[in-house]
């Protein structure tokens, strides 16, 4: 009843026409605060003169239009993702803030009228609600979402919709919005829900982004302070300590590839909105730089444009989306770094702010450069000491072949029990692949669009990814809270050759357990793309089954070992963790002479080979068992087998190799170049040779020790080695 | 050793530097006959001038220099399909062309000198050669490649390379390339092949086509005239009579959509030398000019660019492929139709002939149009009357939603037991998929790169195509032969209306059984994409088994039923006929209220909803069982089966709806808008009618006849419905 009577006084006011001057605070503007005048008045004189800013224009009116033609709706909460109530928010705040910037656009008051209405129904209808009724134990219950993220992102849009409108209206509908949307919202989003805000956390970081911005527009420096500082304004959370704590200093985003894309945009946002009003905190230069670092890295992270799909993320989540073109319309106003605009062009979108104007400027002008896609270690953790991610790149365009090692910290709940898993990626195609996340973003019949129960058994789980299980067991028992207290350790990156080298080592996944593994991108003559090589040490305190999955994408064309098949009738490998959900094709025992397999992916052959430990066994297998409601892809993978050892030495090499070209009908290369592998461990390092059919060899050699200047002393076939640091390649008549 | 001799003479000649005047026929020119001089120096002059043709040049310049640095391999063959000497061959015949056209167009005698030499080096090598090692039983052996098609082939392009430098080289060269290399080739695949050369069928026509135009070539009438009527020159078979028989009044050729544009090179090919050589013969305007309606009717029977996979097909295969650029230019030069020059556009190719000069000329000069894709029958059968494939496109895009009814013949021996099965693209992906042929084109590890074993034991089965299968066995039992005798009945075809309707009889694919289907694509106010109404009614003498499988593309997002899952211990469904690869993941009672299914396709939603008849399940399951080798790719399958019944009649609609956008993260529309569909029989119709949940019903009434003057009534839900002709359509309240 209290609700009811807030939002029935201005109505009041507003039919008997008294001006209500009290309610306007006399010494703030309500004009526009989170873009300066001349940025808006560059972007409403110069809106259609650039292309790709003019497209956004049309875009948003046609969406705007439309929203106007239908009529607003503001209904009643009701529905879970995917639902209506839960869309029709979405398109809410979408329509609010493409109203507001229409209207400083065009100077078209329909655009302000129709926010100022929206706004005014939501003034009715917010003060009504309590907690979401399709809001479940596993997320914080918003009131307009079943997760108040969403009512935090709908805070974000809105009120820079808002803003833009604020100077149009009415003192009492001013008031009224003011008092009964967005106070109330940030409000119930800070004080209201302070186990979200003071997160360390993205759910945190769009809160803080919503509750600060409404209290720069709203002139509440509460709402600033405590979105800067947390709700205690001690700083032990909040913003900046967000910014602090979850990104690394190279810019990488604790959980990941796909929630740095997410949580960028409200990092970058808000720090727009602080810099514009609070210019002396320096917020872009703040701790180095580090948001605008992020945002490179964010891009950095991706082939094809497409996201590396690590932790709980969505296949084709790509650099096409609304957080990424903000955030890279922001960085551009911010750095003018050209090789921004090349992703603007490749994303076709950009902001709808007087930094999209820009973008769109610059790059009508001709001024963007390629994105320099890089061989680098992204660090992991506050102070770049838990672990990273190695990314080594065969060129420098973002279609080559590049290999990922995953070496980071846990990344939170959405982390996965993933730790030293690698993938790859080879003419524009997944080739070692990671599942990514079992979701269905939105999807109404996969429970809600939220996270599925397979994404708990078996996307997190460590079988599904490209790296050691023990007992069929996960890294941490999957217990992320275990997980999020130990780190790998990045011995060695080495990305500025043209042999590019990671190794990592790990201890504590498993109790007893320390791995460490080397992954090296590795050109060799004659070969149209760099060989890559894994060598995985396991050291564990009892005897244990250690498995190596491989997942792979790509049709098999050849198998060198002689599989006993399950050809009608399929087995289930195993119970738990992940191995519940594989179907056993067949199984192997596997040597040195034997242990390969090929496969076709697209135009190239890809040809995995083993040097197995003694007494190894292959297993192939399909994902989908124990998936009644059809919730899983239906992928292949590899799993190398060694049972009743402590110590285990797991050697492989994957080579593409060939051409398969359909329109010509031809095929070159589809037989592998490799010879044999061997694998010699000398006192303090490991010798790694690749034998070619074509002739000549080469061996790697890896040290314990990441000491650059450490001497290392092996001999090898008669001839002595010896080299200087971790690494070393000796090459032997390799003729291209 | 006659050849050794043979090959022997002409050297010794060479040796002893005698010029042999006898060698040359004296009455004829040793200069090019498959083109004509104006056109040759057009090419040579205008070759840098416009960039497709420009392109071309550059392309053969790079393949040619490189087999030129590389240095001339004629080896002795040895490898069946994808192996060295196969490929080496291959690579020949391409440089030997290319090298010709080459020289026509540069005047570099390097190039001449180049196929000179190789041609002297086959000079050596053919004479010697006997029939193929690695030769198979089931194809006529070749002497250059396992088949003799593959030696065609070669042929074919070498007399074009040939003809090319022919007057560059000296009469001793001439005399020793004609004997040694082109008339005992000739002779090889003519009167040394009756068996395939006398055929109704592709190989036969490859063979005729080198052989005729090497009789052109050469000024040997003889093989001239058996290339156009056959060995014994009867008319019974050969060029003449392979157009006369292999093409349908429409242009439709016998095999199917992937084997038309294999045959389509040799017979434009051909076509052409004939057209220059006997401009009498009107070849082009021969039985209503056939041959230029089979190059668009290749084309139409293609989505995005991409074969029909009906039939042995491999999916991969496109318009970007040889034969199609000689056809598209050859064309293009005899009727000037602009909207062959936006294929060639979308292909980035043409031919490095006059003809495709011409076409990059008219393209650079703007003068394309786009390709009209239609919705159209293609009647089969040399009269048309052997069943046709009906194409219903929602546009005239080639990215639209295209319903493709296959009601054709057999189609010879690379046809498939499919009779009266569909397939359904929409927004540039299938949805409802045909397997194509289980083959990995000339990779070696996969059974030499020819068609596997599993072609046979699935990819042609019944079950692997979207229609009926009777008792779990084939169509004719699998047997092409018998298949050979009886087509289908095109009942009714509806292309130029926005409901589009295709029916169509089969009897005799199963003794005592008939079957009639009707396929509706069917627009309805308020939904993006038409729906799709299936039909098919079957009789049998006798109770059976009935399946109708749907083979789909696309993720399971929602069950109407409830499975009865194996998901710890996967079954085989059946143990012959391709139900021994089908792995059955789980079984459901079906009723009109439960059957339906929805799948996820990229960015949109499919529901598939069945009307059972009464008893009916239904089986979701894989394709992968008994398949050892990994021969076969991982795909999904439903199907609806009833038991003990002799008369059927299953009723569906597959409704895309909604859209799903990763991007935008946004979902509409992912619940179907069916409320129901119902089936009324009346005296002599179906009434299919579909209750929309949105309000509103459209009846279809299909009638039993296809008069088109004949009077039908029925009454439906208290409501007269009085239409005429075999098809009609009574919306009821439908609202958009």
């Given at each position: 009843m209290r609700h009811a009577t807030l939002w029935l006084a201005p109505l009041t006011a507003l039919a008997i026409g008294l001006a209500q001057p009290a309610l306007a605070a006399p010494t703030t503007s309500a004009g526009p605060v989170l873009f300066d005048p001349a940025g808006l008045k560059a972007m409403a004189a110069d809106a259609a003169r650039y292309p790709l800013f003019a497209e956004e224009v049309a875009r948003t009116r046609k969406m705007v239009d439309a929203a106007i033609k239908a009529g607003i709706d503001v209904p009643v909460p009701k529905d879970p993702g995917g639902g209506f109530t839960h869309e029709q928010h979405k398109r809410n705040y979408m329509a609010l803030y493409g109203a507001g910037m229409l209207y400083r656009i065009t100077g078209d008051v329909k655009y302000a009228h129709f926010a100022r209405d929206m706004l005014l129904q939501y003034a009715k209808l917010y003060p009504t609600l309590g907690p979401h009724p399709a809001a479940n134990r596993e997320e914080a219950a918003g009131r307009l979402f079943w997760q108040s993220l969403n009512d935090s992102v709908w805070l974000v849009y809105g009120i820079q919709g808002y803003d833009a409108i604020r100077d149009t209206l009415s003192p009492q509908d001013r008031k009224n919005i003011d008092d009964n949307v967005f106070r109330r919202m940030a409000t119930f989003l800070s004080t209201g829900r302070p186990e979200v805000f003071n997160l360390i956390h993205n759910h945190a970081t769009w809160a803080c982004a919503g509750v600060g911005m409404t209290g720069y527009v709203l002139h509440d420096q509460n709402f600033v302070d405590m979105a800067l500082k947390g709700t205690d304004k001690s700083g032990k959370s909040g913003f900046l300590r967000q910014i602090d704590l979850l990104?690394?200093?190279?810019?990488?985003?604790?959980?990941g590839p796909y929630y740095e894309r997410y949580a960028i945009q409200p990092f970058l946002v808000f720090a727009r909105a602080i810099d514009e009003n609070d210019p002396g905190r320096h917020i872009f230069q703040y701790r180095d730089g580090v948001l605008l670092k992020a945002i490179r890295t964010t891009i950095q992270l991706t082939y094809d444009g497409y996201f590396f799909p690590l932790n709980d993320a969505l296949l084709d989540k790509s650099l096409r989306t609304a957080e990424l073109y903000q955030a890279v319309a922001t960085g551009y106003a911010e750095t003018h770094d050209p090789a921004l605009l090349s992703i603007a062009k490749w994303q076709g979108r950009t902001a709808l702010t007087p930094d999209g104007l820009e973008v769109a400027r610059d790059l009508a002008a001709g001024k963007a450069k390629p994105f320099p896609y890089a061989s680098a270690l992204f660090r992991d953790g506050p102070e770049g000491k838990q672990g990273g991610i190695a990314v080594m790149r065969?060129?420098?365009?973002?279609?080559?072949e590049v290999l990922v090692a995953k070496n980071t910290a846990m990344g939170m709940g959405h982390g996965h029990f993933d730790k030293l898993s690698w993938i790859l990626y080879d003419d524009g195609h997944p080739i070692v692949t990671d599942y990514g996340a079992a979701r269905f973003l939105n999807v109404e019949s996969k429970e809600g669009g939220r996270y599925l129960e397979e994404n708990e058994t078996w996307a997190k789980q460590t079988v599904a990814h490209n790296t050691l299980v023990v007992n069929e067991t996960s890294d941490f028992d999957a217990d992320w809270h275990a997980g999020q207290k130990v780190a790998p350790t990045q011995i060695y990156f080495s990305g500025d050759r043209p042999t590019k080298v990671s190794t990592a080592e790990m201890a504590g996944a498993w109790p007893g357990v320390t791995f460490r593994r080397t992954l090296v991108q590795l050109p060799v003559a004659g070969n149209a793309r760099p060989l890559i090589v894994d060598l995985l040490r396991v050291h564990g305190d009892k005897p244990a089954t250690y498995d190596l999955p491989l997942h792979y994408s790509g049709h098999i064309v050849d198998l060198g070992f002689k599989l006993q098949s399950h050809v009608t009738n399929r087995p289930v490998l195993g119970k738990a963790n992940g191995y519940q959900h594989i179907w056993v094709d067949g199984t192997a025992p596997l040597d040195a002479g034997n242990a390969r397999m090929t496969w076709l992916t697209d135009g190239r052959f890809y040809t995995y080979r083993m040097l197995p430990p003694a007494g190894a066994e292959v297993i192939l297998g399909q994902i989908g068992a124990n998936d009644a409601n059809f919730n899983l892809r239906r992928e292949p993978l590899l799993i190398e087998r060694v049972t009743g050892a402590k110590d285990a030495t797991f050697v492989a090499v994957l080579e593409p190799h060939g051409a398969y070209d359909p329109s010509a009908e031809t095929v070159v290369g589809d037989k592998s170049n490799l010879a044999a592998i061997r694998h010699v461990r000398t006192a303090d390092a490991d010798l790694v040779t690749i034998d070619f059919v074509s002739g000549g060899s080469v061996t790697l050699a890896i040290a314990d020790s990441a000491d650059a200047d450490a001497g290392h002393h092996a001999s090898l076939d008669g001839r002595a080695l010896d080299w200087t640091g971790h690494f070393a390649r000796f090459d032997t008549g390799v003729t291209p």
């Open positions: 990104f690394s200093p190279d810019g990488y985003y604790t959980e065969s060129d420098a365009g973002d279609t080559g």
